[in-house]
């Protein structure tokens, strides 16, 4: 193999600054609706007191997952010491920490008391799941910065195995708490399942990779760098045993509530009568999230064209937004059976299914936090060596065939 | 008038006397016990000074036999003490509903109220990442507001659907209740009524309007009205599965 050469990217053409005031002017008007809602309260958003958490959470916690998967090629470089990947580990790490500063950015600023952040970092109920996540979250940030810092920097190049190995078991574990998230909820019937966590770690391992791939071209393609197909052929592959897994794990989750004759109700919601929630499981998170994909990614001639290896990402991360959006809403949506065997009636709207509409701010939000994690990446690439030179087959795999 | 009339005469006047004087003894001795009463009424109330004991555990039992079918006073009463106004959005704020119940195999209609249950190992505080909801040594679930953040995921994980999230600016506050937007709250149990040796409103309020169906006491103590009707009748919790033991224990369900 050729010796890899990483460098910045130039960043000086009108066409780089262009991209970088469109992604900021997303991430302003984010902020700016994070703004609106502060203000007003969280009024103007189309969260009530039955469904408490809304599109913000979508994106929040789409992102957080992601996060955690994006590192998983820079983890297969240096855990699994696959040649090949190394190429492509700095980019992977930076994208994970973007990632997950747009997720949590999201969070917190969807806070009804967004301005209490230092009470959320000094105060600890150390039963609590979120509070884990916390403590997770900001050792991601730190584990991760200290593996980009021995990836980068030669002196520190024999440290990086070790930094990797503490980053990927990190991302399991944190993965994991963002799973218990929901998971670890008694209440509600589509929850309290010990499944969520590993069945996160598995969308996330989708996820990440959909959008590490989506990055990556968009960066070598805008910045005319070659990237050769035995990479994209190679992601591909991998991408396909993920979102496989993924949708594994769904079945054998709705599988075992269907199963249980408790659990029928909310399954039939979900399933059958649901509406929104139904159609984003069927077509957004199956159809489109899963299948379709897969069956681009596993068929060669089909998997070559970049166009739509582009699709197929795109449509994992719609599909991924779907299954946020009913794994996150579709749950509150369903009301809590607190007399079962009673038909429930109440001026606070029990035994009802609950309205939820999604309202701009919170779309805006959400976007605006997207647009962090891109931006970050965007100005990353710029001014650290992330990337290298080439991605052209000669250079990553010698014997790949042209 | 003859000596017995006279003898009888003089008696009447004595006895009335001694009347006047029992009376006057008897508002006097009330006069001198009343602040007494009060003083012990306090006493029992738990002075400022003293912290909370677990040698209490409030609770409340609702006897779903006496609730009457569209009577409110509780849910009214609840919002008249804790300024609380709420409408029909599902934005709005309630710490106690009325519940209408129908058996979907009988046909069978009963009515309750429900509000936050004071769970012994209640799940909003298990989650709360900060600690701002909290369960007091006397077994009162309550939200701290000068540590709640407003994550909402004490309402994702009651089962009760006891809590509400404070959506907009609030007026018009009741000072012993401090409530807030980008809070979340639920029923506190009337803790300051509680505190100063009052009960609830809720339980007030069923009491004025005759029904009697909601009582509020002490738990742990045996001579008391509600551990003497939780031990001597059949009661339930609501979500008894989950194993919370909630403080607020239902009869006739």
């Known amino acids: ?402 | 008038m003859n000596d017995s009339q006279a003898s009888h005469h003089s008696t009447s006047e004595v006895d009335e006397h001694r009347r006047n004087f029992i009376g006057a003894s008897a508002a006097l001795a009330g006069l001198t016990v009343a602040p007494g009463v009060v003083v012990y009424g306090l006493a029992h109330a738990k002075p400022d000074s003293e912290p909370v004991t677990n040698k209490v555990r409030w609770g409340l039992l609702v006897d779903a036999t006496k609730c009457a079918e569209g009577c409110t006073d509780c849910v009214t009463a609840c919002h008249t003490e804790n300024a609380i106004q709420t409408g029909a959005l599902e934005t709005d704020p309630h710490w106690i509903r009325k519940v209408e119940l129908k058996d979907m195999r009988t046909g069978r209609s009963q009515s309750l109220p429900v509000m936050c249950q004071h769970c012994e190992d209640a799940p909003c505080v298990d989650v709360c990442p900060t600690g701002a909801s909290f369960k007091r040594a006397d077994g009162i679930v309550l939200v701290d507001r000068h540590i709640c953040i407003g994550c909402r995921y004490c309402v994702m994980a009651c089962p009760y659907k006891a809590r509400s999230f404070i959506h907009e600016t609030l007026t018009d506050q009741n000072p012993d209740v401090p409530r807030g937007k980008g809070c979340v709250e639920s029923c506190t149990m009337c803790v300051h009524r509680v505190d100063r040796g009052q009960q609830p409103a809720c339980v007030e309020a069923c009491s004025k309007a005759g029904h009697n169906a909601i009582i509020f006491g002490d738990l742990n103590d045996p001579n008391s009205d509600i551990a003497q009707r939780v031990a001597g009748h059949p009661t339930s919790q609501l979500r008894a599965d989950l194993a919370l033991n909630p403080g607020v224990r239902y009869e006739g369900l």
């Open chain 1, 1 to 402: 193999m050729a010796s890899i050469t990483f460098r910045e990217i130039e960043g000086s053409s009108p066409r780089y600054w262009f991209l970088l005031g469109f992604i900021a002017l997303f991430a302003a008007l984010g902020l700016g609706a994070a703004y609106y809602m502060e203000h007003h309260g969280h009024i103007v958003t189309g969260m009530n007191n039955s469904i408490v958490w809304g599109t913000p959470h979508v994106f929040a916690v789409f992102l957080i997952v992601a996060a955690s998967g994006a590192l998983n090629v820079a983890s297969i470089a240096s855990v699994f010491g696959k040649v090949m990947y190394k190429p492509l580990a700095p980019l992977s790490a930076l994208l994970a920490f973007a990632l997950l500063m747009g997720g949590l950015t999201v969070l917190m600023l969807d806070l009804g008391r967004a301005d209490r952040l230092i009470v959320a970092m000094t105060y600890y109920n150390l039963k609590s799941v979120f509070a884990w996540n916390v403590v997770l979250y900001t050792g991601f940030f730190s584990i991760v910065a200290v593996y980009i810092w021995t990836m980068m920097e030669k002196k520190m190049n024999t440290y990086s195995k070790a930094a990797g190995m503490a980053a990927f078991i990190w991302r399991l574990i944190l993965t994991t708490g963002t799973g218990s998230i929901f998971g670890f909820l008694v209440a509600r019937d589509a929850y309290s399942s010990a499944l969520l966590a590993p069945m996160f770690i598995i969308l996330s391992f989708a996820y990440g990779l959909a959008v590490y791939l989506l990055v990556l071209m968009a960066a070598y393609t805008w910045s005319g760098r070659p990237l050769g197909d035995a990479v994209l052929k190679r992601l591909g592959k991998l991408l396909a045993v993920f979102v496989a897994a993924a949708l594994y794990f769904v079945f054998v989750y709705h599988l075992t509530n269907l199963y249980f004759t408790k659990q029928h109700a909310v399954e039939h919601f979900i399933l059958v009568s649901g509406g929104i929630y139904t159609t984003l499981f069927w077509v957004g998170q199956i159809l489109i999230g899963g299948i379709v994909p897969l069956i681009i990614l596993l068929n060669p001639a089909l998997r070559a064209s970049r166009g739509l290896l582009v699709a197929a990402c795109l449509m994992i991360v719609f599909g991924g937004l779907a299954q946020m959006y009913v794994t996150i809403i579709g749950a509150q949506a369903f009301p809590l059976d607190i007399f079962p065997g009673w038909e429930e009636k109440s001026a606070f709207f029990d035994g009802v299914v609950h309205h939820y509409a999604p309202s701009l701010p919170e779309v805006l939000l959400g976007l605006g936090g997207v647009a962090i994690a891109l931006a970050m990446v965007t100005f990353g690439i710029k001014i650290l060596r992330f990337m290298p030179d080439s991605l052209a087959d000669a250079e990553v795999d010698p014997h790949a065939k042209a």
